[in-house]
């Protein structure tokens, strides 16, 4: 990726991430090209909170992988702020379960330090304060398999976070969890990046997840994905779980349902024909 720390142009401020022009195409079994992304353009602001919501298929884990330099873009850029002087670290948590089954949580948590040597005392002391952030103190010496869906879920998220990365990437973290505990995860993650101040984006299906979380929410068109609109839920910080029953809440979800409404569908009917 074309990580640029400065650029003589366009300077973006400390420690921002700004996507410039960005657009991706990737080769179909046909070998055309299929223009997943165009033209995307977005300043994410440090310690913001960004979600991408949009239909299946617009492109949101591309534009994520792209900012967490897994994918090239195929046209423009990926500027970080000059304040970061090194690459920048990013932490990943996706929705998939991908704990090592053979080591314990613990293990698990501490295995990005481990690699980069960090020695063992750091690492624990480093380990058993995420543990307690995620409310997992005392599961450390646990494996994998005795926790709950959503307690594998806060040890990704633990793991992410003892890298102490700059910016967190989320992808569709809590999709997989039923919908009470992904009430209560939401609810955790919310106070949780209250308390961590860090920068966040993160894709979601649910549109509801993303107004209660996000400080700004970037709604992609379908193939290929554009930015269609940005919304910035009203809600002041620190944000109580509770706004999901407000009206203002309810009314913001429904209009960012409004814009994509039309794409969901068309995209449930490609999908019934095959095509
Ligand atoms: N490595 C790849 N090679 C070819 N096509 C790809 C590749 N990765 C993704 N795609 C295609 O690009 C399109 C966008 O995929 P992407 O996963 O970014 O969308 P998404 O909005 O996150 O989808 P969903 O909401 O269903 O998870 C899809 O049609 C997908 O099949």
Known sequence: M?????????????QNIRINEVSKAYPTPQNEQMVVLEDINLEIRHNEFVCLVGASGCGKTTLLKILGGLVEPTLGNVQIGTGVEKEPLMGFVFQADSLIPWRTVQRNVGLGLELQGVPRDKENRRVSDVLEMVKLS?????????????MRQRVNIARALAM??????????????????????????LALTQRLNSTVVFVTHQIDEAVLLADRIVVLSSRPGRVKKIVTPPFARPRDPGIRRSKEFIDMVNGIWSLIRDEVEEGIERELLGS
Do not use: I, N
């Open 2 to 14: 074309d990580m640029q720390t400065k650029d003589a142009d366009t300077v973006v401020e400390a």
């Open 138 to 150: 005392g599961f450390g010496r646990h494996f994998p398999r005795e926790l709950s869906g959503g």
């Open 164 to 189: 102490q990365p700059d910016f967190l990437l989320m992808d569709e973290p809590f999709a997989a969890l039923d919908a009470q505990t992904r009430e209560v995860m939401q609810s955790e993650l």
